[in-house]
């Protein structure tokens, strides 16, 4: 594990989190899509932890969810997410 990632509470898989990318059912404009990927893509293309390819965060909400999701999409991508949720460190 990286030195920066060592106190993060919680990681998941970044491929995972990759093909959460799917979940969001709401239409977006293009530029809402974009920024959604934008997201997605800097965390499970740049910004996993090069040894063991986990995402490390604290804050899902913060960190991981798209701000630009309606609602419904935000609870739906929270719960899909929470399912590969791994707790590192309490």
Do not use: C, H
């Not at 929470?82 to 460190?89: G, H, P, S, T, Y």
């Amino acid at each position: 594990m990286e030195e920066r990632n060592r106190n993060k509470r919680f990681r998941i898989e970044s491929v995972y989190y990759e093909s959460s990318m799917l979940e969001p059912r709401d239409d977006y404009s293009q530029e809402q899509y974009e920024e959604i990927a934008d997201l997605v893509g800097k965390w499970s293309s740049f910004d996993l932890d090069k040894t063991d390819a986990y995402i490390y965060f604290d804050d899902l909400e913060k960190e991981l969810v798209p701000s630009v999701l309606t609602p419904a999409d935000r609870k739906r991508f929270i719960d899909y997410l929470k399912k590969e949720i791994e707790i590192v460190n309490e």
